[in-house]
């Protein structure tokens, strides 16, 4: 099917190689002209979804009911960002939308800097730089920045990374976690099967994990369930020593009671790449000296960011073509009445 009467939106400008494929598509293209640091705002969202037949958005824009009723002819939303959370898949699914996303190529990029928050917090990295450039250092010291271990060390006692979300980032962090000799325990209710039959971890408890791991590391998607799954209560549970990673979702966090824990040693500090409201920060956090604060750049390598761009790209040439998505997230949709009549095959799909 010819692309060239087809219309695509794009709500900031997306990674050359994916912007390479819209563009060579024949289809228009579309790139929202809000402030790069701004972002569309609601009414060029709905005015960009009006007039396009594929909407390609970012995990900072709500797409919304409203903004998936804006028009009926939309065939589909292609995010680029593994996360979808900003999207109400529900009401996509019950409109006839189908919705696709990244998965897989930010995995191995995403765990790398999992790990670079676990070695920045243990081992005061930032901390350190700023005492650097700041000029402070005048003389070695042995009691100078001490920070934590996260292999054995020279004591030989084994380390435990405790792993909440079994999926393929918290495996590939899992994995990672064998290089520092260190013992892995996983949480994931949703794939207990794939912990208890994984090689590079052993299933605990929630609560238990949170009371035997010297890192706890989140990478379970945010849903109704898993907000504030950590709150004061687990912080409560951890070891005063340990820190805690998020580079999944802010809202799985309750931000307001880790700047508590922070100031008040109820654990031993943070590294944090999301926020509860982001771009904001809960008052307080950027004080921490224990908390290493990252701006959502997980998968920012120039390679898995053009990755990422490239697949979102192929899937909203897949809805243009009203072909089946290859990364679509509500597969269900493809049966649904609402989406035969929006492709206007009705009983043909
Ligand atoms: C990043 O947070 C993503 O979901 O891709």
Same mark, same amino acid.
């Given at each position: 099917?010819? =692309?060239?009467?087809?219309?695509?939106?794009?709500?900031?400008?997306?990674?050359?190689?994916?912007?390479?494929?819209?563009?060579? &598509?024949?289809?228009?293209?579309?790139?929202?002209?809000?402030?790069?640091?701004?972002?569309?705002?609601?009414?060029?969202?709905?005015?960009? /979804?009006?007039?396009?037949?594929?909407? !390609?958005? =970012?995990?900072?824009?709500?797409?919304?009911? $409203?903004?998936?009723? @804006?028009?009926?002819?939309?065939?589909?939303?292609?995010?680029?960002?593994?996360?979808? *959370?900003?999207?109400? !898949? $529900?009401?996509?699914?019950?409109?006839?939308?189908? !919705?696709? #996303?990244?998965?897989?190529?930010?995995?191995?990029?995403?765990?790398?800097?999992?790990?670079?928050?676990?070695?920045?917090?243990?081992?005061?990295?930032?901390?350190?730089?700023?005492?650097?450039?700041?000029?402070? %250092?005048?003389?070695?010291?042995?009691?100078?920045?001490?920070?934590?271990?996260?292999?054995?060390?020279? &004591?030989?006692?084994?380390?435990?990374?405790?792993?909440?979300?079994?999926?393929?980032?918290?495996?590939?962090?899992?994995?990672?976690?064998?290089?520092?000799?260190?013992? !892995?325990?996983?949480?994931?209710? %949703?794939?207990?099967?794939?912990?208890?039959?994984?090689?590079?971890?052993?299933?605990?408890?929630?609560?238990?994990?949170?009371?035997?791991?010297?890192?706890?590391?989140?990478? *379970?998607?945010?849903?109704?369930?898993?907000?504030?799954?950590?709150?004061?209560? $687990?912080?409560?549970?951890?070891?005063?020593?340990?820190?805690?990673? #998020?580079?999944? +979702?802010?809202?799985?966090?309750?931000?307001?009671?880790?700047?508590?824990?922070?100031?008040?040693?109820?654990?031993?500090? @943070?590294?944090?790449?999301?926020?509860?409201?982001?771009?904001?920060? @809960?008052?307080?956090?950027?004080?921490?000296?224990?908390?290493?604060?990252?701006?959502?750049?997980?998968?920012?390598? &120039?390679?898995?960011?053009?990755?990422?761009?490239?697949?979102?790209? #192929?899937?909203?040439?897949?809805?243009?073509?009203?072909? +089946?998505?290859?990364?679509? /997230? *509500?597969?269900?949709?493809?049966?649904?009445?609402? %989406?035969? #009549? +929006?492709?206007?095959?009705?009983? &043909?799909?």
């Amino acid at each position: 099917m010819g =692309l060239t009467d087809m219309r695509v939106f794009v709500t900031r400008k997306i990674p050359g190689p994916g912007m390479k494929i819209l563009e060579g &598509s024949g289809a228009a293209v579309t790139v929202c002209q809000s402030r790069e640091d701004a972002g569309v705002t609601r009414e060029e969202l709905l005015a960009g /979804v009006r007039s396009s037949d594929v909407l !390609v958005p =970012l995990l900072t824009e709500p797409i919304d009911r $409203e903004v998936l009723a @804006a028009n009926e002819r939309l065939l589909g939303v292609a995010q680029m960002a593994v996360g979808f *959370n900003n999207i109400d !898949v $529900e009401a996509a699914t019950d409109l006839g939308v189908p !919705v696709t #996303n990244t998965p897989g190529v930010l995995t191995e990029t995403t765990a790398d800097c999992a790990w670079a928050l676990i070695l920045a917090s243990a081992r005061r990295v930032p901390q350190a730089h700023n005492y650097m450039v700041g000029g402070n %250092y005048k003389l070695w010291g042995p009691n100078l920045l001490l920070g934590d271990d996260v292999g054995p060390g020279g &004591s030989g006692i084994r380390k435990v990374l405790g792993v909440i979300g079994y999926g393929r980032i918290g495996q590939a962090v899992a994995k990672r976690a064998w290089g520092f000799d260190m013992d !892995v325990l996983a949480f994931d209710p %949703y794939n207990r099967d794939g912990v208890e039959s994984s090689e590079f971890a052993s299933w605990a408890d929630f609560d238990d994990l949170l009371e035997r791991s010297d890192f706890v590391t989140l990478h *379970n998607l945010l849903t109704e369930e898993t907000h504030h799954l950590i709150g004061a209560a $687990e912080l409560r549970k951890m070891k005063p020593t340990a820190h805690l990673i #998020n580079a999944a +979702r802010g809202p799985v966090v309750d931000e307001k009671a880790l700047v508590q824990a922070l100031q008040e040693g109820w654990i031993g500090g @943070a590294g944090l790449d999301v926020y509860e409201d982001e771009p904001a920060m @809960a008052p307080g956090l950027a004080e921490c000296e224990n908390a290493v604060l990252l701006p959502h750049v997980a998968s920012a390598t &120039s390679d898995t960011r053009g990755l990422m761009a490239t697949m979102a790209a #192929n899937n909203a040439i897949a809805h243009l073509r009203r072909e +089946r998505a290859p990364n679509v /997230v *509500n597969p269900e949709v493809y049966e649904t009445e609402a %989406y035969r #009549n +929006r492709i206007g095959t009705s009983g &043909s799909a």
